[in-house]
């Protein structure tokens, strides 16, 4: 039987004519084993989600011991693994006295996220406040959360509820400040003057990743504090979407522990790394002031597979290998040189206007025509030709960078060895030497 999807599958994100992947057969680490024999280095986690490398012993053996046990019960049923998990993510995440609303992945986190602020603010079509150039799941209502170019076509966000507001991208402030922790701030400004116009009786939430994501941007140290700020003087929920930024990825538990204990959201949505990707699994956690406001009413919501057991057991083997191996403390550490490898690369390719991140191991590095004016390589959310092409020669040399627009995405698994980690700095040092040897000249439509 031919192992070809080619044909068949109609796969995301992707012109069907043009999606040619090689078949993955295994993995273990920060490796990928094909189907041809070769090795493939991950240096994206897949999705930003592997975050605990593939086929982790640890995780294997929890799922094939829960599906030897129970696979299935529904939420009308309890479950030793939903419960255990519950309890792991609300004493990690300092949520005492909260809940936890399991989903299946990140979108359907934020939906529901949504749902539960309408409910528990009292304010059943409130407004959510989102971001523009963000990106929170391809459902409809997160799609329209989403302030993504390619889909916002799709969706009628101000129909549905959503206030975009600027990023805090300081590489390119939308606030005209030089000064990246400024630039947070008038980030956090727009929000507090967006929810004063729509007016706080208006406004059920404001969702926003709270360090990093797919989308590039980092936020300056200055936003979150001042978001939190700007929200609870306000007395507006504030969610923070931790799909991707959560469990090492930003060098924290919960990206915005970075700030301690100072600045918690009222809700988190979590997927993605909760359970290293190993089953599909998301979250809602809910603080105790929230939680209480539902305690005694209907719930209108819920997914036939909550909780699903072999994916609440997944989560529990993948909390404990985060602690038992110390991977939270050892992408810090490595973002760090990562930031600094990556800086080093900076200074020898005229072609990198910008490297951030490194909070933990997930570094940007942008690509621009003229760093001088910081003129954009390819419009975005387009990928120039030759990064592409560097892309396609870095695979064929069996490494795997992920990219977006004129971004390199550094985000490998968190177990990745530094002997690899560097292999793979090495060869983009290269690459990016072959195809933009000289001030680049071609520029995307
Ligand atoms: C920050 C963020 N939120 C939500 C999502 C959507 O998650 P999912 O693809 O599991 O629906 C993603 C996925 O990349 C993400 O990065």
Redesign the pocket.
């Known amino acids: 039987m031919s192992i070809d999807e080619r044909q068949s599958v109609l796969h995301s994100w992707s012109v069907q004519a043009d999606w040619r992947a090689p078949t993955v057969v295994g993995g273990a680490g920060a490796w990928l084993r094909l189907s041809d024999g070769r090795r493939v280095l991950d240096m994206s986690s897949l ?2 989600c592997s975050n605990l490398g593939h086929q982790h012993p640890k995780l294997v053996e929890a799922i094939r011991a829960q599906a030897q046990r129970l696979c299935y019960v529904s939420n009308a049923w309890g479950a030793e693994p939903r419960a255990r998990l519950a309890d792991m993510l609300l004493e990690r995440s300092g949520f005492e006295g909260g809940r936890v609303f399991f989903t299946l ?6 939906e529901n996220a949504v749902k539960i602020a309408r409910q528990a603010s009292r304010k059943p079509r409130g407004t959510i406040i989102a971001r523009d150039r ?6 409809h209502l ?1 799609m329209a959360l989403s302030g993504d170019s390619r889909t916002q076509a799709q969706v009628d966000a101000q129909g549905m509820g959503v206030s975009h507001v600027p990023p805090p991208y300081a590489y390119r402030c939308p606030f005209d400040s030089a000064d990246a922790d400024d630039c947070g701030r008038r980030g956090a400004d727009a929000v507090a003057r967006r929810i004063d116009e729509i007016g706080v009786d208006r406004v059920a939430a404001v969702l926003m ?1 709270p360090n990093a ?2 989308n590039g941007i980092v936020a300056p140290d200055s936003y979150w504090p001042a978001l939190r700020r700007a929200t609870a003087q306000r007395a507006v929920y504030l969610i923070a ?1 931790e ?3 959560a469990f090492g990825r930003c060098g924290e538990w919960f990206a915005w522990q970075r700030h301690r204990d100072t600045c918690p959201p009222d809700m988190m ?1 979590l ?2 790394g909760l359970t290293g990707a190993a089953v ?1 699994l ?1 979250a809602v956690v809910l603080s105790h002031a929230i939680a209480s406001r539902l305690e005694h009413e209907m719930l209108y919501t819920g997914l036939t597979y909550c909780g699903h057991p072999l994916a609440c057991a997944a989560g529990v083997a993948a909390l404990e290998a985060y602690a038992d191996e110390n991977l939270i403390e050892r992408s810090r550490t490595l973002g760090a040189q990562l930031l600094a490898q990556a800086k080093r690369l900076q200074q020898r390719h005229e072609v990198i206007g910008d490297v951030r991140g490194g909070h933990g191991l997930f570094v940007v590095i942008e690509l621009v025509a003229d760093r001088d004016t910081r003129a954009p390589l390819a419009s975005w959310p387009h990928t120039p030709p030759a990064l592409k092409a560097l892309v396609h020669e870095a695979m064929a040399e069996g490494v795997s960078f992920a990219t977006r627009g004129n971004l390199i995405l550094l985000a490998p698994p968190l177990v990745i060895e530094e002997d690899a980690l560097d292999h793979a700095l090495t060869l983009l040092d290269r690459l990016l030497e072959r195809h933009f040897a000289s001030t680049p000249v071609e520029v995307h439509p």
């Open positions: 999705a930003e992945g990140g979108a359907d986190a934020n963000s990106y929170h799941g391809a459902t997160a990743e994501g797919t979407d799909v991707m930024s949505t997927a993605k599909p998301g």
